[in-house]
């Protein structure tokens, strides 16, 4: 039996789908940041609300709280809807 086909759902729909939802974003540097999806560009530059941005240094993780930010597209690695990075 064949398997059942994924549906159909370019990138930007997915992301348009997120705003107002909280997301966690990996950028390529050593930064990660959840925050909840305000909106974004089709350059996925995106705004985020209630921001923690977690740096990840030779001493440790250091976290940052922002109320609001703009993250330039180019630098975000991957995204994943209401995920959350891992416990220290």
Partial sequence: MAAAAAP??????LVDRCIGS??????KSEKEF??????FDDYV???????TEYEYTLQG???TK???M?????NI????PGGAPPAE
């Fill in 66 to 68: 922002l109320d609001q």
């Fill in 45 to 51: 530059n995106m705004v985020l609300e209630d921001v």
């Fill in 22 to 27: 909280r997301i966690w974003v990996v950028m």
């Fill in 8 to 13: 159909n759902l370019l990138p930007l729909e």
């Fill in 34 to 39: 959840t925050g909840t999806l305000l909106g």
């Fill in 61 to 63: 993780r250091r976290e």
């Fill in 77 to 80: 690695c991957m995204f994943v």
């Fill in 70 to 74: 703009l993250l330039n597209g180019n």
